[in-house]
């Protein structure tokens, strides 16, 4: 393969010292009529992009106007992807793109993209497979160089190391192999095209249909028409007991690398509060096992160094197997996930009117959700950002941002801020080393040289017993300590950088959490209720007033008519945008930005009542249906297509692309958060019952059925969709309650989740129909959907 000549060549060049002077401004003349090449990344709307606004490289954004200069100089495109937070983007952007060598090189021989993982998901999932498939790996940021047409000749993931001699050895390399070689990489491209297009089948084909075909579940599904049942349930309880790591918690190989997994820690906790015949069918030792494994997990997680133990909310993952090395990343759709996670571990733990303080979980859950609606993540606006960075400077006045920098603490510091007593106390609660709690062998650089990196090594009463003291002055130790080192945190240190855009989907992760939180709050501390569920509110309105926009009526800072839904049929198509800063992004939403906002908005509908949230989050459904549902045909039906294979469910991107070589990928699976079509399915149950709309039913339906052969031979890796499947067996739970019965939504709001539920008022009309009987009620809901 030409990927790995690739590597060969570049083992041997690995010395090479590059070639051809340093860029001017960013910008290269172009040939054949065509304007000089310049450094457009000030142009974009993305954090990340336009970090690279002053760095060498004359960066161009993806369109048709990049790939039509691709093909009109024949010179392959150099792709960077990558994301604000990562430690070794930053070290690539400092390192490697502001090197004018490396720049003149990139600029001269290839046509430098840069793209934003958040603002393209979709590129980056495609992306991401192709290097898993050619080294199984993946990783960011991700080097990528393609033909003018975007198919894959070689690429490379971030390594510590020599960012810039490595990227430019490769560069090299790869150039020389399009000059001497250009048809076999053309060839070599087309070769890796149908592992791409296999890839995006899920969800398209069954794993034994040959192209071609269809497995349309046509216009008359029922729940009898469904394969995938409550075994299968069962089944991926099994899987996921096989690589469970008893010792740390967590799933996967000693050794690996572990991320938290909201999706399958989740799946777990519901399992004891799905119907009871889905408990029965499953069995108590399954079920009490899968709570043991997501209890453990999250213990696990509580006390690690992947715990930000001073200022809350958790880091991306940890390189080793106990959680205790940390990539110190902080994504917000992560935490709101995880929050999601403890507040059902806690409600699930304890009886709901008696939540208090003390209990297991209370703490995380609170500290959690007011991190979140902290200055740090909260906007001015209402919304929420994207993540904060794991790189920053340690102290004011340094030159360089260190990974890590802001969690880190060494012992002579912690005596300089909390005394010798209490410093003692706190640091062995923390594990804080006077040379450093992190092992030679997971810092071969030398870079946490003398820190520490904090975890709960030992409870409060192993420390009443080491210190002689009462465990009650422990925790009072403790809390004070934390106080302290905080405002000493706050006011000596740089914090990390953040990447402020205002991603709709993250937004509607955070909305959620923070609806369903609102009610336990209240329970237990009733200063904080009000301030969740306020952020929650303030952050709807403001996605619902900046980036819900009437495309046939937008225009540009310019005043000219902006056509960014040009294939969109119809006047006043109202459509989402991806993400705000500093003014609407140009990208459109993916269909999972629609997904968690939908259920977002359901979520504080429960919590509020106001009928705005029901409203939009059924326009909002209408519209992910109009531009990602791939309707099944009717039965015998065959007109498919790579991007319309009509067997259900929702694709992550609409159908138009500027190259055929962006698939429309269609996923089930869980990739550590719940996957769009699981969310979708879940959402399309609940607007089912509290619209009484068969229709949403049906698509709910046939969104299981689209990932059913993989369900069934996988289950394991699909259990957001399989809560969905129990939803599909035994149906919505509906709660009918009239706006006052206030004991009756408190008692349905404490407890966790399970499968799909409708919390349904009842207005005048419908409380008259339970008098009049239910033959009464079908007719009033639709009068009242009609009215909303």
């Known amino acids: 393969m030409m990927g790995t000549q690739i590597q060969q060549q570049q083992q041997q060049q690995s010395g090479a010292d590059g070639a051809g002077p340093p860029a001017s401004r960013s910008q290269v003349h172009g040939s054949g009529g065509l304007p000089t090449l310049r450094n457009r990344a000030s142009e974009s709307r993305s954090p990340y992009v336009l970090l690279h606004a002053e760095t060498s490289v004359a960066w161009q954004p993806i369109n048709e106007e990049t790939l039509a200069r691709a093909k009109a100089e024949n010179k392959p495109i150099f792709m960077h992807i990558g994301f604000l937070a990562d430690h070794l983007c930053h070290l690539t952007t400092r390192d490697a793109f502001s090197n004018n060598t490396l720049a003149a090189f990139l600029n001269e021989n290839f046509i430098p993209v840069i793209i934003d993982r958040e603002e393209r998901p979709d590129l980056d999932i495609i992306y991401q497979n192709y290097i898993n498939a050619l080294d199984g790996i993946g990783g960011w940021p991700l080097n990528l160089f393609l033909t003018p047409d975007l198919g894959p000749i070689f690429g490379t993931v971030g390594e510590n190391g020599e960012v810039c001699r490595d990227l430019l050895t490769v560069s090299q390399t790869t150039h020389r192999s399009w000059l001497e070689n250009e048809q076999k990489c053309r060839e070599e491209a087309a070769k890796a095209q149908p592992g791409l297009e296999r890839f995006a089948q899920e969800g398209a084909l ?13 216009s008359d599904l029922e729940v009898d028409g469904l394969e995938v049942d409550l075994e299968h349930v069962d089944d991926a309880v099994t899987r996921l007991k096989n690589i469970f790591d008893p010792v740390y918690g967590g799933f996967g190989r000693p050794g690996e690398p572990k991320f938290p997994n909201p999706a399958r820690l989740s799946f777990l906790l519901r399992l004891k509060d799905f119907p009871a015949e889905a408990y029965d069918f499953i069995g108590d030792e399954d079920v009490e096992k899968a709570k043991h494994m997501a209890f453990e997990t999250l213990n696990s997680i509580k006390n690690s160094g992947l715990r930000d133990h001073i200022g809350e909310g958790f880091m991306r993952m940890s390189s080793t197997s106990d959680w205790d090395m940390p990539h110190f990343e902080k994504m917000v759709g992560d935490n709101a996930l995880l929050l999601g996670v403890y507040l059902d571990a806690w409600l699930g733990n304890e009886e ?10 209370a703490d995380i859950v609170l500290g959690l959700a007011d991190y979140l609606v902290s200055p740090v993540i909260r906007q001015e606006n209402g919304g929420f950002i994207s993540s904060e960075a794991a790189y920053s400077y340690y102290r004011k006045g340094e030159q360089h941002m260190r990974n890590g920098a802001f969690y880190l603490w060494t012992r002579r510091e912690f005596e300089d801020v909390l005394g010798p007593q209490a410093s003692n106390i706190a640091a062995a609660y923390w594990n804080v080393q006077e040379d450093g709690n992190v092992p030679q062998e997971r810092d071969p650089s030398d870079e946490f040289l003398n820190q520490n990196i904090l975890s709960a090594e030992q409870d409060v009463h192993e420390l009443s017993d080491q210190f002689g003291i009462s465990a009650e002055e422990i ?47 209240a329970a237990v501390d009733p200063s904080k209720n009000r301030k969740y569920i306020q952020a929650a509110t303030g ?45 609407p992004s140009e990208t459109l939403a993916f269909a999972d930005d629609y997904a968690f906002m939908i259920e977002g908005l359901l979520d504080l509908y429960e919590a509020t009542f106001m009928d705005t949230w029901l409203k939009w989050a ?27 294979a009509h067997t259900g469910g929702f694709y992550s991107t609409e159908s138009k692309t500027i190259s055929d070589t962006i698939l429309r990928l269609k996923s089930g699976m869980d990739v550590l958060i719940p996957s769009t079509n699981a969310v979708s399915a879940s959402n399309l149950f609940r607007l089912g019952s509290l619209f009484n709309c068969p229709r949403y039913t049906k698509m709910a339906l046939e969104t299981i059925k689209a990932f059913e052969p993989a369900m069934m031979q996988h289950p394991g890796i699909y259990q957001s969709l399989l809560a969905s499947v129990v939803t599909a067996q035994l149906g919505v739970e509906e709660i009918r309650v009239d706006r006052n019965e206030h004991e009756k939504i408190t008692e349905f709001r404490m407890r966790p989740r399970g499968h799909a539920r409708a919390l349904i008022e009842l207005h005048k009309g419908e409380a008259m129909a339970r008098e009049l009987g239910d033959e009464s009620r079908g007719s009033l809901l639709d009068i009242r959907s009609r009215l909303l």
């Open 206 to 218: 069954p794993p034994d249909s040959p192209p071609g075909t269809t497995t349309s579940p046509g």
């Open 352 to 361: 709901g009117s008696k939540l208090s303080k003390e209990d297991e979980f």
């Open 475 to 521: 925790l009072q130790t403790i809390c004070s300590a934390k106080e302290k080192l905080l405002a000493h945190r706050d006011k000596e240190r740089v914090r990390p950088p953040r990447d402020t855009k205002i991603i709709a989907g993250i937004n509607g992760m955070v909305i959620s959490a923070l609806a369903r939180t609102e009610i336990a709050a």
């Open 539 to 583: 952050a709807a309105r403001f996605i619902k007033d900046n980036l819900w926009v009437d495309t046939a009526n937008t225009v540009d800072a310019d005043g000219e008519k902006v056509l960014y839904n040009y294939w969109h049929n119809g006047p006043g198509n109202k459509v989402l945008r991806r993400y705000w800063h500093n003014g």
């Open 618 to 644: 059924q326009d909002l459904q209408e519209t992910q249906n109009r531009l990602f549902y791939d309707s099944p045909l009717p039965a015998n039906a065959s007109q498919t297509s790579p991007r319309h």
